[in-house]
T-cell receptor, first 114, second 114 residues
Framework: GENVEQHPSTLSVQEGDSAVIKCTYS??????FPWYKQELGKGPQLIID?????GEKKDQRIAVTLNKTAKHFSLHITETQPEDSAVYFC?????????????FGTGTRLKVLA | SAVISQKPSRDICQRGTSLTIQCQVD?????MFWYRQQPGQSLTLIAT?????????ESGFVIDKFPISRPNLTFSTLTVSNMSPEDSSIYLC???????????FGPGTRLLVL
């Protein structure tokens, strides 16, 4: 079945450094790729997304790149801050049976060291 | 986006009992979803709940164990029936707005079954 691999599972960086999280998907029909941040005790919060007709998208310190040929996409966080510490989930999505079906990655626990 | 609330935020229950989780949205939405997130794991879709129709369950989840109600466009409930310790998880509801691909998540209900 469809799956999304996410790496690394844990990531520690020094404050101010960059962090990169990578996801690979299997379903070539996927066309929407959101990223969620989940802080302790909270629900996932959308932080950025990208559609299949775009190769890169940036929002302040956060950027996402997509390589449809290779079926992988990445989250880039620059100038990391302690408040970036959280679990990050990627997802690959396609429209099927009247709804958008989400396949989530396994999550990356990011720790930003002050 | 949407403002989503869930009740209860957390609960500790005895095995064999049932718990009903409520999800309230601040706007009318057609598509609502229920997910399970086991400790330290990713998100797994339980079912899709559309107003006016029966919920659609994913493989491995059955209506007898997870009955869902969707009485109107702003509210849904998920019941976890005849609970066992294996049901200890975070239960999340999410919504899609209009025809958008994006899902927005509630804060989750943290369930511990003893």
């Amino acid at each position: 079945g469809e799956n999304v691999e996410q790496h690394p599972s844990t990531l520690s960086v020094q404050e101010g450094d960059s962090a990169v999280i990578k996801c690979t998907y299997s379903d070539s029909a996927s066309n929407y790729f959101p990223w969620y941040k989940q802080e302790l005790g909270k629900g996932p919060q959308l932080i950025i997304d990208i559609r299949s007709n775009v190769g890169e998208k940036k929002d302040q310190r956060i950027a996402v790149t997509l390589n449809k040929t290779a079926k992988h996409f990445s989250l880039h966080i620059t100038e990391t801050q302690p408040e970036d510490s959280a679990v990050y989930f990627c997802a690959a999505t396609r429209f099927t049976s009247g709804t958008y079906k989400y396949i989530f990655g396994t999550g990356t626990r990011l720790k930003v060291l002050a | 986006s949407a403002v989503i609330s869930q009740k209860p935020s957390r609960d500790i229950c005895q095995r064999g009992t049932s718990l009903t989780i409520q999800c309230q949205v601040d706007s009318q939405v057609t598509m609502m979803f229920w997910y399970r997130q086991q400790p330290g794991q990713s998100l797994t879709l339980i079912a899709t709940a559309n107003q006016g129709s029966e919920a659609t369950y994913e493989s491995g989840f059955v209506i007898d164990k997870f009955p869902i109600s969707r009485p109107n466009l702003t509210f849904s409930t998920l019941t976890v029936s005849n609970m066992s310790p294996e049901d200890s998880s975070i239960y999340l509801c999410s919504v899609q707005l209009g025809g958008q691909e994006t899902q927005y998540f509630g804060p989750g209900t943290r369930l511990l079954v003893l």
